[in-house]
């Protein structure tokens, strides 16, 4: 029975964490800045591989091999926070700044365009 448990459980963190990766990379790939990219990156790292590993140390048990799954995890989480603050602050004191398009407020703008066109024409 505590097998099944523990086997569920391996299933549900790296299930959870495989999919938190996957979230991750499809933001790096359409997000538009580096800032935006940056934290999609870096929730990657931190939920997704987290979760992966937590489910190997849950998997692998009590033993050496565990001790070092579970260092690795620290190690990952704890650089992934120290990279990425060390990326956003190089990307701001070199000058890029972040991404305010609206996108909203561009398709109300063109919007209101093409109504203002379509009057001035009198079709509207």
């Known amino acids: 029975m505590a097998e099944v448990i523990v086997r569920s459980l391996v299933v549900v963190f790296v299930s959870v964490g495989i999919f938190f990766l996957w979230i991750g990379i ?13 934290h999609a990156s870096t929730k ?34 704890g650089s992934s926070l120290a990279i990425g603050h060390a990326v956003a602050r190089a990307a701001r004191r070199t ?20 109504i203002k066109e379509a009057i001035e024409k009198g079709e509207f």
């Not at 000058?95 to 093409?114: Q, W």
């Open 26 to 38: 499809v933001g790096i790939i359409r997000l538009p800045d580096i800032y935006s990219r940056l």
């Open 44 to 77: 990657c790292d931190i939920l997704g591989a987290g979760l992966v590993f937590t489910g190997l140390v849950i998997h692998e048990g009590f033993s050496f091999n565990g001790l070092k799954m579970a260092t690795i995890t620290l190690l990952i989480l």
């Open 95 to 114: 000058g890029i700044e972040p991404h305010t398009e609206n996108r909203e407020e561009l398709i109300r703008l063109e919007r209101e365009r093409s």
